[in-house]
């Protein structure tokens, strides 16, 4: 009997580790996903890259733009701050030769920081960064592909034996192929299955290694797209990569040069928005989730969103750039099969994008830390729990023409109501039309009319239309062509084929409320 319970202590020890390498060999490419946690890019720092200034040595790149080189212990403050996963942007072309051969000293740099990464038991998604922006060499597309096959060979091969349940390996960022003002998903598919097909064929952990694609451009309009292709891949443990930085004029636009654009030979400006949260800004968040979801998560290929920021030096709203990064961390933690990464300049003086100061150790925005921390550890208000489901939506906001307008996406429209208040007896010259994009994204109307005589009083006027013949595409549009100075729109409802989740907003925002 003496010798029973180290024999049983050994089987139960053998027994659970069997359970664990069972659990890891099936786990699932939305399972990993799931455990990675929120994420933290170190921007800034190895993607830093010139056009005017040659870089000689590694840390001539890295603190280019004013950082100084990562250490050990940023990695374990990352780490105690609640992130899970580091995403390590790498722009490579200042150590390469014209033939793709990359320079030992600069991999030896990369491997460091990888290394410290896993030693924290954090996961590491390794990219190819702004080799890809305009006017440098991966911009050049398909003419580029064996300098980018060349360059993954030797990603692949020092990485090899790296631990395929920390690492994981980013196509490319930001893939900006166009023709003629029309998306080249080819290209994009080309280089997509090259990357595939070279980090398979490497060997080692690389055949089992969760591999991140490049979304069209980032942008999850063209990558939800049915013109996006996905690579073959044997190991069936792909991801998606897309940015958000939607809307644009509240994360990216600066308040000290707007931007503008040129119509009729007069320029017009877009003043930036400073202020985010309004129902219309979460549920048009939710709406990018869920196409997302439809297109990628559904079909059980996770999605990572590599890059979420918003600019902090500029006239943005402190509380709201805490609800946009709020709303949209805990939407990722909350989808199955989506995690979020945190884009981060850090030093004030050179971005215009910072959370950290990585000199310090500190955050720059004491709330915003105590929300992180707070997301990590899963004590948030979940956002899905106000989600409304119908298979209709109503608006009563109008745009500056007295218009309504209901962002439908992929769904069908079936049917529209309107009500509108008519402030003439007479409306036999009162012509309406519902308004939308074709499937080429031109505009399009559909007039219709209403009946010919005298209205007996002036009041609000319901009418229906049935419109399952008609393809609206990405939005329908109340308009009056004939008569607007008569008519003023008070709501508008658009009913689908499939359901519409919208948010309970009052809801949500009393329970933020208490929770903040």
Known sequence: MG???????????????????????????????NDMGIGYNLGNLFDCYSTTEEIKTPDEQITLWGNSPPTKQLINYLKKSGFKTIRFPITWLHFMDQSGKVNPLWISRVKEVVKWIID?????????HNDAIEGNWLSEGITSKNKYKYLWEQIANEFKDFDDDYLLFEALNVAEYWN????????????????????????????????VLSGAKKDIDLTCSGDYIIPKDPSNKLAISVHYYFPETFTLESDRNPWTFI????????????????????ND??????????????????????????????????????????????????????????????????????????????????????DFKKISKGKYVKIMDYFIYSFSKTISSKDSDGNMYIKIGKKKV????????????????????????????????????????KKEYDGSYTFTLDVKDKEYYDFVQTDVWEGKEFVTFNYFTAEFNETEISINFDAYKSALIDNY
Request: proline share 3%; with cysteine; net charge neutral.
């Open 414 to 453: 079936l049917k529209v109501i309107f009500n509108a208040f008519i402030s003439t007896s007479n409306y036999t010259n009162i012509k309406f039309a519902l308004c939308s994009d074709d499937e080429h994204g031109n505009w399009k109307g559909d007039p219709f009319f209403l009946r010919d005589g």
């Open 180 to 211: 003629n003002g029309i998306y080249d998903y080819k290209t994009l598919f080309n280089l997509s299955q090259t990357f595939v097909d070279t980090v398979r064929s490497s060997g080692g952990k690389n055949k089992e290694r969760l591999l």
């Open 263 to 282: 119509q009729n030979s007069i320029v017009y400006e877009i003043p930036p928005l400073t202020k985010w949260g309004d129902e219309g800004h979460y």
């Open 120 to 128: 924290a038991h954090l996961y590491c998604i390794l990219d190819i």
């Open 285 to 370: 968040m939710i709406k990018h989730f869920e196409n997302l979801k439809k297109s990628f998560t559904d079909k059980g290929i996770p999605v990572i969103i590599t890059e979420i920021g918003v600019l902090t030096e500029e006239l943005k709203d402190i509380n709201s750039i805490r609800n946009y990064l709020y709303a949209l961390f805990t939407l990722s933690s909350d989808y199955n099969g989506f995690m979020a990464c945190l884009w981060d300049t850090s030093n004030r003086n050179f971005g215009n994008m910072n959370y950290i100061d990585r000199n310090t150790n500190q955050w720059y925005n004491e709330k915003i830390r105590s």
């Open 3 to 33: 010798y029973l319970h180290p024999i049983l202590i050994t089987i139960v020890i053998v027994s659970l580790l069997f359970n664990y390498l069972y659990y890891i060999s099936k786990k699932t490419p939305i399972d990993f996903v």
